[in-house]
């Protein structure tokens, strides 16, 4: 073999390295997908568990939240109806004077301890069924808890006062029920600097 030769055989066998190098083989480039990262797949599934678990709670809360109302609505129209039985049995010892009451007899003062027991009775039942009774006698009228029907001129208390009530109101759980029925006063200092109880004032 001749030095010339072997020479072109030595540039051939560089060629094919240099190409072979170049051209890497098919299969090096269709190599198997990458495994799933541990830490974001449990990434994923705790926030996936952490919303499921919120909606299950909101739903559980609005489901509570509309048996609540369900119920309250059943017993306002009951409450209301008991309200004028209350009424009643007050109006019935409110007419009885402490003169007719220590001068009665036996009979008489009995029947007026049973009606005042009835009355406990009653307003204790309908506390008990979330229905609460409130007199705001002295506090500063406010148009959502009171009904004005009459004003009461009187300089020594703050105007826009209640100085009477003349029907005690009632909540039903963070509801009124019926508004209380209360004087008002006038003439004095004006308690804030805005009153908006003249608007409720019945003529």
Same mark, same amino acid.
């Given at each position: 073999?001749?030095?010339?030769?072997?020479r072109?055989?030595?540039?051939?066998?560089?060629?094919?390295?240099?190409?072979?190098?170049?051209?890497?083989?098919?299969?090096?480039?269709?190599?198997?997908?990458?495994e799933?990262? +541990?830490?974001?797949?449990?990434?994923?599934?705790?926030?996936?568990?952490?919303?499921?678990?919120a909606?299950?709670?909101?739903?559980?809360k609005r489901?509570? /939240?509309?048996? @609540?109302?369900?119920?309250?609505?059943?017993?306002?129209? $009951?409450a209301?109806?008991?309200?004028?039985?209350?009424?009643?049995? /007050?109006?019935?010892?409110?007419?009885?004077?402490?003169? &007719?009451?220590?001068?009665?007899? @036996?009979?008489?003062?009995?029947?007026?301890?049973?009606?005042?027991?009835?009355?406990?009775?009653?307003l204790?039942?309908?506390?008990?069924?979330?229905?609460?009774? $409130?007199?705001?006698?002295?506090?500063? $009228?406010?148009?959502n808890?009171?009904?004005?029907? $009459?004003?009461? +001129?009187?300089?020594?208390?703050p105007?826009?006062?209640v100085?009477?009530?003349?029907? +005690?109101?009632?909540?039903?759980?963070?509801?009124?029920? /019926?508004?209380?029925?209360?004087? &008002?006063?006038?003439?004095?200092?004006?308690?804030?600097?805005?009153? @908006?109880?003249?608007?409720?004032?019945?003529?």
């Amino acid at each position: 073999m001749t030095k010339q030769t072997a020479r072109e055989d030595e540039a051939a066998q560089t060629d094919e390295g240099t190409a072979a190098a170049a051209d890497p083989a098919p299969a090096a480039a269709s190599t198997a997908p990458a495994e799933p990262d +541990p830490a974001a797949l449990a990434a994923e599934m705790k926030d996936r568990l952490l919303r499921t678990l919120a909606d299950m709670d909101n739903l559980r809360k609005r489901t509570a /939240r509309e048996v @609540a109302d369900a119920q309250l609505r059943g017993i306002t129209s $009951f409450a209301r109806d008991m309200l004028g039985v209350a009424d009643n049995m /007050r109006r019935a010892l409110d007419a009885v004077s402490p003169e &007719v009451r220590q001068s009665a007899q @036996a009979a008489v003062t009995a029947l007026i301890d049973g009606v005042e027991l009835t009355e406990r009775e009653l307003l204790k039942a309908l506390e008990k069924n979330g229905v609460r009774q $409130f007199a705001p006698q002295g506090e500063k $009228f406010d148009p959502n808890l009171h009904q004005a029907i $009459f004003e009461v +001129p009187d300089a020594s208390v703050p105007a826009g006062s209640v100085v009477q009530v003349v029907q +005690p109101g009632y909540m039903i759980g963070d509801r009124v029920l /019926r508004p209380a029925m209360v004087g &008002v006063s006038k003439g004095g200092p004006k308690a804030a600097p805005k009153s @908006a109880y003249n608007d409720n004032v019945q003529a």
